[in-house]
């Protein structure tokens, strides 16, 4: 079962869930675009029985009470800021972290910024942002799954995604998420403000979002069918960490990895933090 929490923050107040014991190893979750901290809940709650303190915010945009509404609101400090803000509130002086999509590409940032507060890392699906990069720059086949990046910053996104019932923004998930969590994620973005702060997400500028080697341990999972990350800048990944790295290739499994292979997932995350730290 997991928990409710609200989080405060100089940037304001974070939805989150949680399970776990309260002094039980701190681990952090990170969701990506379009969802919220639910897509976590498989594995907040099953790492919250084996006795971590699992916990997974509303990031920002998602949470109502921090959805700045200018795109420049969404930059790398704040994005990595807005963690060690959530962390300090919550008394972790070190955590675990794990972030999948948006959540996948802050947790590379944070592990750069300030390995000293991560025990290990774990990104779900995203790549270091380095290997994307490179990817980005020397594979077509990935310049074209990327480019919905750049029709995504189009004033006329928000109305074409929330137009019949939101079905163009229901056709992202493929039909491989849960119902319930899609209809949760609909009626979230749907609120006034939320798809447009979700979508800063794509629009901010980003100057200082280069990264560079990760000396933190880190687990890397990625789903063969990824629709808009490939296998060039996956296994890529491996030259931008230094530290203790594994990577996951799980065959015939899309973006929407928590959802799609949970359980396999859980496991992986739990090895990985087993082999990395104390185990609760």
């Known amino acids: 079962m997991t928990e409710h929490l609200r989080i405060p923050s100089p940037a304001g107040v974070f939805d989150a869930i949680a399970a776990g014991p309260v002094d039980g190893r701190p681990l952090l979750f990170l969701h990506g675009f379009p969802q919220t901290a639910i897509v976590w809940e498989e594995q907040v709650a099953a790492l919250g029985d084996r006795g971590f303190r699992a916990v997974a915010p509303d990031t920002r ?11 420049d609101a969404y930059g790398v400090g704040e994005l990595v800021g807005d963690v060690l803000a959530v962390a300090d509130a919550l008394g972790w002086d070190r955590f675990d972290l794990v972030g999948h999509d948006w959540g996948g590409a802050i947790a590379w940032w944070t592990a750069a910024r300030h390995a000293e507060r991560l025990r290990t890392l774990t990104s779900v699906s995203t790549p270091h942002p380095g290997a994307l990069g490179e990817a980005y720059r020397i594979d077509a086949d990935q310049r074209r799954r990327s480019q919905y990046q750049q029709d995504w910053r189009s004033p006329d996104t928000e109305a074409r995604f929330l137009a019949d019932d939101a079905a163009l923004l229901r056709s992202l998930y493929q039909g491989k998420v849960p119902d319930r969590h899609v209809d949760a994620f609909v009626r979230r973005l749907s609120e006034p403000g939320a798809l447009s702060a979700a979508l800063n997400y794509y629009r901010a500028d980003r100057p200082d979002a280069a990264v560079g080697k990760i000396q933190v341990p880190a687990l890397y999972v990625w789903g063969t069918e990824d629709i808009a990350l490939g296998s060039t800048a996956a296994h890529g990944t491996e030259e ?15 973006h929407w990895v928590p959802e799609e292979a949970s359980e396999t997932l859980t496991s992986l995350i739990a090895d990985h933090l087993n082999q990395h730290g104390p185990t609760p």
């Open 61 to 71: 945009g998602y949470s109502p009470g921090v959805r700045p509404a200018h795109a």
């Open 240 to 254: 931008w960490v230094s530290g203790p790295y594994s990577f996951h290739a799980l065959q015939g499994i899309g």
